[in-house]
T-cell receptor, first 111, second 113 residues
Framework: GESVGLHLPTLSVQEGDNSIINCAYS??????FIWYKQESGKGPQFIID?????DKRQGQRVTVLLNKTVKHLSLQIAATQPGDSAVYFC??????????FGAGTTVTVRA | EAQVTQNPRYLITVTGKKLTVTCSQN?????MSWYRQDPGLGLRQIYY???????DKGDVPEGYKVSRKEKRNFPLILESPSPNQTSLYFC????????????FGDGTRLSIL
């Protein structure tokens, strides 16, 4: 079946370094992808999205890369800060009416 | 402030006692959805609604009901809760369906004893 997954369940990053969070997807028909950040006790918060007609999109300190050839999605966070510590989810639109989420990567920023 | 509001935030109850978790959004979004979040499983969709009076099953609908009588509200109903429905629940809304960012509430933690 189709699935969205993240390569690593946890990631530890030194403050100030860049973070890269990876995600693999299996539905080649997906044309919309999104990254969420979830802090403890809160709901997922939208970070950035990308459509399949693009391979890169930049936001404030974040960049999403999409490689449709290998069905890979990544989120890059520049100059990681303590406030970036959270669980990060990727999601894809498995059909017109739903998003399918990966299990999440827990990012811990070391001072 | 644009938001999705869920109530209650926490609930401990017993098997078989009907409960309703309310969800309301103030963004005039047509699409609303319910998810449950369990450790290691990510977010799994329970039900979604494309518009008023239009609802459909997600990936894990068993044991749940929903209704969409008004655009802003999308309650989740557990007619006869069981311990395997102990979970963290999120309501979300968006302008569209699967190709628009969904805005999430802060969650409802249900414990069914």
């Amino acid at each position: 079946g189709e699935s969205v997954g993240l390569h690593l369940p946890t990631l530890s990053v030194q403050e100030g370094d860049n973070s890269i969070i990876n995600c693999a997807y299996s539905n080649s028909a997906s044309d919309y992808f999104i990254w969420y950040k979830q802090e403890s006790g809160k709901g997922p918060q939208f970070i950035i999205d990308i459509r399949s007609n693009m391979d890169k999109r930049q936001g404030q300190r974040v960049t999403v890369l999409l490689n449709k050839t290998v069905k890979h999605l990544s989120l890059q966070i520049a100059a990681t800060q303590p406030g970036d510590s959270a669980v990060y989810f990727c999601a894809e639109n498995s059909n017109d009416y739903k998003l399918s989420f990966g299990a999440g990567t827990t990012v811990t920023v070391r001072a | 402030e644009a938001q999705v509001t869920q109530n209650p935030r926490y609930l401990i109850t017993v098997t078989g006692k009907k409960l309703t978790v309310t969800c309301s959004q103030n963004m005039n979004h047509e699409y609303m959805s319910w998810y449950r979040q369990d450790p290691g499983l990510g977010l799994r969709q329970i039900y979604y609604s494309m518009n008023v009076e239009v609802t459909d099953k997600g990936d894990v609908p068993e044991g749940y009901k929903v209704s969409r009588k008004e655009k802003r509200n999308f309650p989740l109903i557990l007619e006869s809760p069981s311990p395997n429905q102990t979970s963290l629940y999120f309501c979300a809304s968006s302008l569209g369906g699967g190709d628009q960012p969904q805005h999430f509430g802060d969650g409802t933690r249900l414990s069914i004893l």
